[in-house]
């Protein structure tokens, strides 16, 4: 399976993030990160980490997660990562 475009990632990201922080009009640039979201607290990363690696079929590892400073360095993970296959 191939890494889908960063567009499509930045777009699916979104939706993920909506759906999990219940903010319908959320808006994720590259350089947003927690501080930029009230929602987004430790327990809602952690959905959000499950979520993101449900929806593009990847695992992060803790040391990946821990080192992400914005939604723009989790988009280039996520193209970094071979999609399992099914």
Not at 46 to 51: E, M, N, W, Y
């Given at each position: 399976?191939?890494?889908?475009p960063r567009?499509?990632?930045?777009?699916?990201l979104?939706?993920v993030?909506?759906?999990v922080l219940d903010e319908p009009?959320?808006?994720?640039?590259?350089d947003t990160?927690?501080?930029?979201?009230?929602?987004w607290?430790s327990?809602?990363h952690?959905?959000?980490?499950?979520?993101v690696?449900?929806?593009?079929?990847?695992?992060?590892?803790t040391?990946e997660i821990?080192?992400l400073?914005?939604?723009g360095?989790?988009?280039?993970l996520?193209?970094?990562?071979?999609?399992?296959?099914h």
């Open positions: 399976m191939l890494t889908p567009p499509e990632i930045m777009e699916a979104t939706a993030f909506r759906e009009a959320l808006t994720l640039r590259e990160t927690a501080d930029d979201v009230a929602s607290d327990l809602n952690i959905d959000l980490i499950v979520a690696e449900r929806k593009f079929k990847v695992k992060f590892t040391r821990a080192s400073r914005n939604v360095e989790l988009a280039t996520i193209q970094q990562k071979p999609a399992a296959q």
